[in-house]
């Protein structure tokens, strides 16, 4: 069975860090993308940056987080890491990171992450 597993997040004052991990088990291959969502109370989920495993490319989506944020791939212990710097009251959130098993990029088809993780609060206090 296909599973991931978030760890890290918590209380972070603003202007501070956080690094949000993601374990994978279960997966039959190294190469599919693994995205990171959040989810803010009282409004719609959103994709905040996206690695694909099979070439290390990577992408971040909201402006607000370009340059703050970073996403890498630690093949050897099959985690993906969501550094966050510098982070604002507005990014707290749930977060989420999610693989697209029958993909090998990150990609914008609708459903195409069909693994995810059970969530991980992040609050960013001001």
């Known amino acids: 069975e296909m599973q991931l597993v978030e760890s890290g997040g918590g209380l972070v004052q603003a202007g501070g860090s956080a690094r949000l991990s993601c374990a994978a088990s279960g997966f039959t291959s190294d190469e599919y993308p693994v995205a990171w969502f959040r989810q803010a109370p009282g409004k719609e989920r959103e994709r905040v940056a996206c690695v694909s495993k099979s070439d290390g490319s990577t992408y971040y989506y909201p402006d607000s987080v370009q340059g703050r944020f970073t996403v890498s791939s630690d093949d050897a212990v099959s985690t993906v890491h969501l550094q966050m710097n510098n982070l604002k009251p507005e990014d707290t959130a749930v977060y989420y990171c999610?693989?697209?098993?029958?993909?090998?990029?990150?990609?914008?088809?609708?459903?195409?992450?069909?693994?995810w993780g059970q969530g991980t609060q992040v609050t960013v206090s001001s």
């Open positions: 999610a693989a697209a098993s029958r993909f090998r990029y990150c990609t914008n088809y609708p459903h195409a992450y069909d693994v």
